[in-house]
């Protein structure tokens, strides 16, 4: 009897110190109880109740990070930005035992939306971009092998105009992911805009080697081939990409730009024509008067 005494006093200080056997205090199990139920209610598109359960996940664990993440998406997905940020900034602030790369990424996205928001100062847009940059590097810190922080650190490079960084940070997404089509169109457009439609070609005409069944690459192509003064290629890569996405208006205003000049006026017009029909308020009022003067201009000229 005496030995099992001696066992069990050896026994149990193990147990209490061993690292995988750590209990959460009480709070955290309730706080874990409300998450779960929240998560359930949102997939269940109970806003309100999901919004309610998360925040009393919140009162009951304040230094549980998972809650404020989970609502931050909630309202990220609302437009609710400033909400979103809130959250997502509590959650950072709580993931000291567990640093989650996502949490800064999240929090990226939703500044960099906010300086994207209509009537932003120029001044104040900027100061987002770089907030948000950062946000992006603190997540590439927690997971180098994160190839969406480094192509949203590219776009708004790009966007702050600084084209050298925005190269270097969309080439380390390709190398990171090469099936990540969005980061070649980026790189490729980027050159195009800045006047080396060449290097947008070679890099997009990779892409398509990379991944063939990806319409914006096909499109981005076809620009490139067409600011080249390439039209005929130009029109085969702009079809490829319709083919895919009959509905990409990138595609349908490269295809109908192209057909025009080579003088094919049934085709231009069609085009042109679609483009305009599915174009949303997203797409550039310059391209929809291009659009519509190319159309005058086939059927009076061609």
């Known amino acids: 009897m005496r030995r099992v005494a001696v066992l069990i006093a050896l026994v149990i200080p193990m147990l209490s110190l061993s690292p995988g056997c750590k209990l959460a205090s009480r709070q955290r199990v309730q706080a874990i109880n409300r998450l779960n139920e929240g998560i359930a209610l949102e997939n269940r598109n109970n806003t309100s109740g999901a919004e309610k359960s998360l925040k009393e996940a919140i009162e009951l664990d304040p230094s549980f990070a998972k809650p404020y993440y989970i609502l931050g998406q909630m309202y990220r997905k609302q437009g609710k930005l400033v909400d979103a940020e809130k959250m997502f900034r509590g959650a950072i602030d709580n993931m000291k035992e567990e640093p989650v ?18 009537g932003v100062s120029q001044a104040d847009q900027a100061a987002k971009f770089n907030d948000a940059i950062a946000q992006f590097q603190e997540c590439i810190k927690l997971d180098p092998n994160h190839y969406r922080a480094y192509y949203r650190t590219g776009t708004l490079y790009e966007k702050l105009d600084q084209p050298q960084k925005a190269d270097q940070s969309y080439r380390k997404a390709i190398e990171l992911r090469s099936g990540y089509s969005m980061s070649f169109v980026a790189l490729g457009n980027m050159y195009i805009d800045y006047g080396h439609a060449n290097v947008g070609q070679a890099v997009l005409e990779l892409g398509t080697q990379v991944n063939d069944k990806d319409a914006h690459m096909w499109s ?5 081939q067409y600011s080249l003064n390439k039209p005929t290629e130009a029109i ?6 319709k083919a895919i996405n009959p509905d990409l208006v990138d595609a349908l205003y490269g295809l109908g730009m192209a057909y025009a000049e080579i003088r094919d006026r049934k085709n231009a017009v069609e ?25 005058a201009r086939v059927k009076d000229v061609i």
Not at 220 to 224: C, D, I, K, P
Not at 236 to 241: G, H, L, M, T
Not at 271 to 295: H, I, Y
């Open 101 to 118: 790369a996502e949490y800064p990424y999240q929090l990226g996205t939703v500044i960099a939306s906010q300086g994207e928001a209509p």
């Open 220 to 224: 981005g192509l076809g620009r490139a």
């Open 236 to 241: 085969e890569s702009f079809k490829k990409a």
């Open 271 to 295: 085009n042109l024509q679609a483009f305009l029909q599915k174009a949303g308020n997203d797409v550039p009022e310059d391209l929809k008067r291009a659009a519509n003067d190319t159309m």
